[in-house]
C-alpha cells in the first residue's frame, strides 16, 4: 500500500462545526453520512481498522465537503491496538487494566464501525 501526506486547511472539525451550526438534517444529513461511510469503507478495503473514528476527526470544508483527518491511529485488520481514546473505544472491547496497558485482542473492522 502507498501512502501519501496532503495538507488541507477546512472550516473546522465536524463537531465543532455541528455545535457551531445545528444539527445536519434531512439531504444534508444523508450526503455527510454516505460521506463518511465511504471513507471507512474505503480504509476496509486496505485492510486498515480506524481506532479513532469519532466527529472530531472529520474535517468540515466549504460547500459541506467532508474529509478524513487524524490518521495516525490507523492500524492493520487483525493487528492489535496501538494508541486509543476513551471517546471511541468500543463498550464491548476489553478494558481490564487499560490504563497500564493495551489490549491485546486482534483488531476487527467493529472496532471502528461502532462509532458511527
Not at 495538507?7 to 450526503?31: A, D, F, P, Q, V
Not at 463518511?36 to 478495503?45: D, E, T
Not at 471511541?88 to 497500564?100: G, I, K, R, S, T
Request: charged share 25%; net charge negative.
Amino acid at each position: 500500500m502507498k501512502a501519501g501526506f496532503v495538507m488541507e486547511c477546512g472550516l473546522e472539525n465536524l463537531r465543532g462545526y455541528i455545535w457551531r451550526h445545528g444539527s445536519y438534517t434531512g439531504e444534508k444529513l444523508r450526503k455527510a453520512m454516505e460521506t463518511i461511510i465511504r471513507i471507512v469503507h474505503a480504509m476496509h478495503k486496505h485492510d486498515v481498522v480506524w481506532t479513532e473514528l469519532k466527529a472530531e476527526n472529520f474535517i468540515v470544508f466549504d460547500g459541506d465537503i467532508i474529509k478524513g483527518a487524524d490518521l495516525e491511529s490507523i492500524a492493520a485488520h487483525g493487528e492489535t491496538l496501538r494508541i486509543y481514546t476513551a471517546e471511541a473505544y468500543p463498550p464491548d472491547f476489553p478494558a481490564d487494566d487499560l490504563y497500564e496497558r493495551l489490549p491485546q485482542q486482534p483488531l476487527e473492522y467493529s472496532y471502528d464501525i461502532w462509532g458511527l
